[in-house]
């Protein structure tokens, strides 16, 4: 593939791009390129990568499954531009960049891509041939949220594409089933799972979870192992005696992994039997009914727009876990351990 | 942007003003979504009722009368067609009014209305390429 640093990407050409990107990716021999495969539920996935800090972060956040599932092969190819005859990844023209219109374009090609325009981080990915691309300037050049969870896009378009969700939530459980935990930013949704997890209680993850509805009930299954907390929420629970002291993150959060924290508290996975909608309270925790609507509000709107494309076929599969599980306020106590005290209690009684 | 001049034909079926805009029922109670901008809707119980009526191709007419609260059913009309969440359809027969729905609209306990979520919109339709501010990037909006 032959480009110029003049040349740039417009909506109009952005399928054939990603189509030479990925033509690309299939034709590098070797490249000095690492392979890593790990099984995920639902999803065996082979990374080829240069060494690296995307590589390291694919090696650490990534949870492997032992659960025996119908599993589809992804491969996804990570080029350094510059290197080995790879081309620098281009930029972006004049045309208006609309993810939602790229989305229609894209999947037009048989394709799904996003850029990330400051760094140049391109990523298309053919979901028929089973094969993603994404194309970095350089070795550290990725989103600063990547390392948290690599790949996301890439899992997000596979997954999506055989009915089930990444889905941007925090769960908690006991003996095999567990609550959702929806809610924006500042809601209480990781601390909550922190407090859970502290208290004897399991996840399959804070952040972003896998979500599937189709077999008459809602499973979460782990895919990453980031928990994330702020330095007044790390300093009011204890994590730093825990595990020590490390870097904030590009949110300014501490970031570490479940079992860091808990060394078995990753759940394979979890029978979803509530939806909580956590809310930063006082005294003792308290569950009280939710609406559906109210539930749909707090897990749909961010779970799609941090997720490129499928907008529609996402509030549908939102619309359709709200309809089958019931919903529930959860006032939160000041105490961790009668917070998880209160949750595994409901967990342990049934949903109502 | 909404328009200060829609005028309600009471007698043609409306229907979404776009394929962007999508809903879903839950037990009657209904959440909207504009999948292009990302806004989404809440409706009261009556608003409900009526956006359930209207999807199911009744005219605005046929539901003046039921409970009430029907006669702010042209107002609420036009407050949806304002959101661009509806158009009028007159290339459409109207279709009778579902029983359901009319028993729902005579039992609303709460006048028509719509509360907008728009906590996303602005990321949901900004271009993150010539929408950011410079110095900060993605995902901060550009300001006019």
């Known amino acids: 593939m032959r480009t110029s640093q003049h040349q740039a990407v417009e909506p109009s050409t952005i399928g054939r791009y990603g189509r030479a990107l990925l033509d690309l990716a299939g034709s590098v021999p070797g490249h000095g390129l690492i392979e890593v495969d790990i099984r995920l539920p639902f999803l065996d996935l082979r990374v080829r990568a240069p060494e690296g800090p995307m590589l390291d972060a694919v090696r650490s956040a990534l949870l492997p499954s032992t659960l025996d599932l119908p599993s589809k092969a992804v491969e996804v190819i990570v080029l350094h531009g510059g290197r080995d005859g790879v081309p620098k990844p281009l930029g972006w023209g004049q045309g208006a960049y609309v993810p939602h219109r790229i989305s229609a374009e894209l999947r037009a090609a048989g394709l799904q891509g996003s850029l990330f325009h400051d760094l140049r981080f391109w990523q298309f990915i053919d979901l028929a041939a089973g094969r993603g691309v994404q194309l970095m300037a350089a070795p550290e050049a990725f989103p600063p949220w990547e390392p948290g969870a690599p790949l996301r896009a890439f899992l997000h378009w596979a997954y999506a594409d055989r009915g089930f969700r990444l889905t941007h939530a925090g769960t908690l459980g006991h003996n095999g089933r567990g609550v959702l935990l929806a809610g924006s930013g500042g809601s209480g949704k990781s601390g909550t799972v922190l407090a859970g997890l502290l208290n004897g209680l399991k996840s399959v993850g804070d952040d972003y979870v896998l979500l599937e509805a189709d077999r008459g009930g809602v499973r979460a299954f782990p895919v990453f192992s980031t928990l994330k907390q702020d330095p007044a929420g790390f300093g009011r629970l204890g994590l730093a005696s825990r595990i020590g002291p490390r870097p904030l993150n590009w949110q300014g959060k501490h970031q570490f992994g479940i079992r860091e924290l808990a060394a078995d508290g990753v759940a394979e996975d979890l029978d979803i039997v509530a939806i909580f909608l956590p809310r930063i309270g006082s005294g003792s925790t308290r569950i009280t009914p939710a609406s559906p609507r109210e539930a749909l509000l707090a897990l749909a709107p961010s779970a799609l727009y941090q997720m490129p494309g499928e907008r529609e076929s996402g509030f549908r599969f939102f619309s359709g876990v709200v309809n089958s599980l019931p919903a529930y306020h959860l006032g939160l106590g000041t105490d961790p351990a009668e917070i998880a005290g209160a949750i595994s209690a409901f967990i342990e009684a049934g949903a109502p | ?144």
Request: negative net charge; hydrophobic residues 45%.
């Open chain 2, 1 to 144: 942007m909404p328009s200060a001049d829609v005028i309600v034909d009471l007698l043609v079926p409306y229907a979404p003003a776009s394929p962007d805009i999508a809903h879903e029922s839950f037990d009657g109670d209904v959440v909207v979504v504009d999948l292009a901008n990302g806004k989404y809707y809440s409706f009261s119980d009556s608003g409900s009722a009526i956006w359930l009526a209207l999807a199911g191709a009744a005219a605005p007419g046929d539901l003046i009368g039921l409970g009430v609260f029907a006669d702010a059913v042209p107002e609420f009309v036009r407050r949806l067609c304002e959101y661009q969440l509806i158009a009028a359809r007159p290339d459409l027969a109207p279709a009778p009014l579902d029983g359901a729905v009319a028993e729902r609209l005579r039992s609303c306990s709460e006048g028509p209305d719509v509360t907008v979520f728009d906590d996303m919109a602005d990321l949901f339709i900004a271009d993150p390429i010539h929408d950011v501010d410079e110095p900060s990037g993605w995902p901060v909006v550009k300001q006019d």
